[in-house]
């Protein structure tokens, strides 16, 4: 068997699509979705990361904004920038580039952003409507994963399901995903015991741990659906996913490439957040 592959590129291309198509029903209203995103210090891939999304931005139909700060900056003088920016009609969507450095509490600044801009679906409030299940504005990454597995029409009723990470970022909000759509899920953490027997009992399969290479072909069930979200530089500068691509290949009957997989889904998910926010405002429902 050799997996088929979910070619992230071609999908978020046909899925902005939709959202450019929002986007321009918005601007007829006098209304252009806007997105700023705060990067504090100078960290080369933190860099790359803007870069792209601001290139989506443009390439979409919606006006962003990049506000750059110094990697030094106090807390206080960040925070004022998400209150401007808050209270900024232009602006529908707000997104803090982590990493952040010590002196800047990740907690404390996705905590200020205003609930109906909160484009990266980390504030306290948004992720309370994830768990239980009314709509708001939901992590890029497990959405555009769950927009992967709908194209593909994996079938989530009833399944096993393994998420192997447990970051508020992916591992924990594509695992509530899962569950809303009936799979029974099982989250493996570092201290899993014996995480291949978890694995193997997966028909989907979703890892995010930051190491790579970690999921080999013998720790995966024939047949099944592996989305590798890790994206890890090696020491000869190669990019590699979470997932030994070779040998999972060989078992699995679905399978996302890294790069070209979820990288490209989740700023596809970041443009619809924007997008979705701005309808929101204009049509006063905010953050309800």
Same mark, same amino acid.
Not at 35 to 58: F, T
Not at 264 to 287: C, D, F, K
């Given at each position: ?7 992230? @590129? ?66 206080? @003088? ?91 970022? @992916? ?118």
């Amino acid at each position: 068997m050799t997996a088929r592959i979910i070619d992230g @590129v071609a999908l978020a291309a046909a899925v902005r699509v939709q959202w450019k198509a929002r986007a321009e029903a918005l601007q007829l209203m006098g209304v252009k979705p806007g997105l700023a995103v705060v990067l504090v210090g100078d960290n080369p891939a933190s860099r790359v990361y803007v870069r792209h999304k601001i290139k989506a931005c443009a390439e979409n139909g919606l006006h962003s904004e990049l506000h750059q700060l110094s990697a030094d900056v106090p807390e206080a @003088v960040v925070l004022e920038r998400i209150r401007a920016l808050n209270a900024d009609s232009k602006i529908h969507g707000v997104l803090i580039q982590l990493p952040l450095p010590p002196q800047v509490r990740e907690h404390v600044v996705v905590g200020a952003i205003a609930v109906e801009k909160d484009v990266d679906g980390l504030h306290v409030e948004n992720v309370g409507k994830l768990v239980a299940g009314r709509p708001g504005l939901f992590p890029c990454t497990p959405s555009g994963c769950m927009v992967m597995l709908d194209h593909i029409g994996a079938e989530l009723d009833g399944r096993e399901a393994v998420v192997v990470g447990r970051s508020n970022i @992916v591992g924990k909000p594509i695992a509530i995903m899962l569950l809303a759509r009936n799979a029974t899920v099982t989250i493996c953490t570092s201290r899993t015991r014996d995480l291949a027997a978890h694995t193997r009992r997966a028909d989907v399969l979703v890892v995010a741990t930051g190491r790579p290479h970690l999921v080999t072909g013998e720790m995966v069930k024939p047949g099944a659906i592996v989305i590798d979200v890790g994206v890890n530089r090696l020491a000869d500068g190669k990019l590699a996913g979470d997932v030994d691509f070779e040998s999972v290949r060989a078992v699995a009957g679905w399978i996302t490439p890294v790069p070209g997989g979820v990288g490209p889904m989740t700023i596809t998910m970041l443009l619809a957040n924007t997008v979705q926010a701005a309808e929101r405002i204009v049509s006063g429902h905010g953050a309800q």
